[in-house]
């Protein structure tokens, strides 16, 4: 059973234009959440995370959306760049700082951003 | 300042036999985490080790074990190898141990014929 779900395998965006990327998750005790981003033959890049105290955070063109009652969160990239391309995980964290140690990860979007 | 590396880049086995992964934490970071990412999958914690112990364990059998040494570099050793055990294995160092932010060496691919 996912606990973790990003139901878009695949996403195509205009460059310049935002990409919005959706994150639904099951556990209500979650209460860290990240966003990584992987190219092929590389490892994850850890993008950008928001605790479950906050409901937005902002890192240059990066922004993502915590709602709590949806259990989703979201990333947003304004504007897109071809560089964005991408696959796109969604992490969850039931125990920040704590003694379990996992991120549980959705399957990933892949993202394409056109010129 | 050195991210995370791990070794060897690919490696192909047999079935049956036994594989040792490693994996060199960032400067700084003391705890070292492993995942499998099997095709199409999102990364599947393996386990965490906090300055040499163990940290916490997901649902992998006791086949898969690891170690950490005084130095926070780590080892993934699988034993009796299945062909499902063929995948992407992933090593990520942190400056806090649980689930806060990881940051992920570029992977181990193991194939298993």
């Known amino acids: 059973d996912q606990q973790v779900k990003q139901n878009s395998p695949s996403l195509s965006v205009q460059e310049g234009r935002i990409s919005i990327l959706n994150c639904d998750y099951t556990?209500?005790?979650?209460?860290?959440f990240l966003w990584y981003k992987k190219y092929p033959a590389e490892g994850p890049t850890f993008l950008i995370s928001i605790s479950s105290i906050k409901d937005k955070n902002e890192d240059g063109r990066f922004t993502v959306f915590l709602n709590k009652s949806a259990k989703h969160l979201s990333l947003h990239i304004v504007p897109s760049q071809p560089g964005d391309s991408a696959v796109y995980f969604c992490a969850a964290s039931p125990n920040y700082g704590g003694s379990q140690g996992n991120l549980i990860f959705g399957k990933g979007t892949k993202l394409s951003v056109k010129p | 300042e050195t991210g995370v590396t791990q070794s060897p880049t690919h490696l192909i086995k047999t079935r049956g036999q036994q594989v040792t992964l490693r994996c060199s934490s960032q400067s700084g970071h003391n705890t070292v985490s492993w995942y499998q990412q099997a095709l199409g999958q999102g990364p599947q914690f393996i386990f965490q080790y906090y300055r040499e112990e163990e940290n916490g364990r997901g649902n992998f059998p006791p086949r898969f074990s690891g170690l950490q040494f005084p130095n926070y570099s780590s080892e993934l050793n699988v034993n009796a190898l299945e062909l499902d055990d063929s995948a992407l294995y992933l090593c990520?160092?942190?400056?806090?141990?649980?689930?806060?932010?990881?940051?992920f060496g570029p992977g181990t691919r193991l194939t298993v014929l």
């Open positions: 990520a160092s942190s400056l806090v141990r649980g689930g806060g932010e990881q940051f």
């Open positions: 556990n209500s005790m979650f209460d860290y």
